[in-house]
DNA sequence: TATGAATGAGGCTTCATTCAT
DNA sequence: CATGAATGAAGCCTCATTCAT
């Protein structure tokens, strides 16, 4: 990648990072162009040198975040411990995720709604992606008898609202630190799963 | 309530829920005032001789769907069976009841974003109060020895999460009734609470 | 059509003839919604109310104004006398409704540049339908031996373009009155028909 | 002219002739300066090195046609051949290079919309020395009883109308050659001129 | 000369809301 | 109570133009 390219890969990055808090916090509706520039002191005609519409920002937004989890996901599959211990830091690693990067997106914005097309169907396909790395980590745990036989579609989506459901309700101001909310959170998911033997 | 009050108050209802429907589907943003007046055969005028404002439907949308959680609940902490059981029956009816009204509220309608003031103070209460009521159960549930000790606040969160991400991957084209599904998604949740003795 | 269709009716019409004449002046786009809107002491907001946005005002004013033309021409057709005299009829009503509506979309909007797909087919469409009315009068005209056998297509547009050129160069507060220049006009282009014996 | 002055003479008229194309194609609106730079494979700002603004491309673009224009009715008057030849190659030439350029510049651009001011008052002036060698060849031709006698603006501008029109209908698929076409219309339209003895 | 990133004015469009009938 | 025409604020987006490198 030449040095010019990578600056504008910078760049974009840097808005997608600032539209996500943005978005976050006050959602996609009352958010403006405006205020996503404002942010970075740029001017609106600047985002728009950098992403086709509104729209495009959301989506590569999105798009960002989802290849992000899938990566991480990788990396923890490639590491040699248990299936335990990789689920676990899976799902630490996801909520921590969205606390740092204050992203809502997983319940702040349903991709049904916002997009359409072939848009949608990447979206659904990262997504069906990241769901899948996760139910293959349940399905090995059920295998070598780690984890009781569940019905894992549900379970698996029992542990995604349980963890975007954080965004919600954790307060950065609160008593308790996002590590440890995350290890704790995780701690009473894996009991869904545990042989109770 | 006179006749001409009983009416009105129908009226009202009627048309709460199909906002509530039309803003599951659609977003709150994506959903016009004519949309709603619309599916009702209505025109938008009279709509507004019901509501004040586009905001105040969402508003009494959003109140009347807490408030009839919160009913549910209070029946079911009057019922003379055991803590599990009453959980466990808040929980099924929670899920059940987001299925039929088909209401992503929960999940695409985040207070903090939508309501400022008095009338975001009524929703978080109302909210508070349905935790709370949770927090009961599972308090009651610890201290009788039926539940495990945990961080209750961490728990009923993690309850909540995993019942409200019901409406974003349940579809009832599948295989799985929505009864099935919520008793199935109630089991595992109270594995986590439950002794494991 | 009810009252309240005809006032609708009426409505637009007035836009269109007000839309017509600025757009001939300033051009397409030199003229914003808030000209035409201001022209006729209106909102642009109620500009949108009868039409779907720019584009379709302009397609509906086209269509109008080559609608009457049509109608025009159908109108001649029917009458009682001979064919010179009709078609001198036809060019004489073509350029006096040009000046008195000060209409320059044949000039001025090439159909091929500002619509596509069905609209810009449509507009064709009556395009050639007005085309070859002439047409018929010019066959009509040769084959009873009032004129001289030409090729059809050029003279025809050779009269289209002479006649519509009217509104780039007649200035109504010249010496002479539209319905003089109209009728010198006709005489010099039935010249190319006339039999020379 | 320098080296250097004569490269940008060249680079200015490459420039000219391909924005005259595009602008003719897609209109003066529709046009935009990275259109006009991407298809010399330069870029926007290369563009404004050699001219001002996109308005004084246009007005250069427009006053180049213009003399060419003139410079060729100049060529011809010089010429030792007959009047009616005279008029006769002016309108063929005309015609030709309409085609040639697929100039659309003298229906699609309305001076009085595009320019104001002096260069409005410049234009102008090229387009009445343009018409006024029109005009002397049919005045010549009428003292010298070649042509009948004629209100000459009146069929100045007939032939002007007809003789620009064809950029609007005539399309080099069809049957008809360029050359052809041209010397037909030129054929007809000095029907209306010729001496009907 | 050439580039491409940045700017900002201007115009289109949507839609909640009002109000006379 | 109901209607639908009218309003106008707010936000998206385009693109000519500038300018540092």
Redesign the pocket.
Known sequence: MSL?AQ??AK?KEEIVKSAISIITEKGY??????DI?AKL??????V???F????DLLYQSYKMLLESSINTVADIQRENISVEDKLSKVMTAHIEYLIAERSGFETGINPEQFFEGNKLKSILDLRSKYASEIDRLIIEGIDSNVFAPVDVKIVRNIILGAMNWVIRWYSPEGEMRGEEMASSITKYLLRILKQND
Chains 1, 2, 3, 4 share one sequence.
Do not use: I
């Open positions: 010019r600056k504008t760049k509706h009352n958010t403006t162009m405006e520039a002191l740029m001017t609106k005609g600047s728009y040198y950098y086709k519409d509104k729209h």
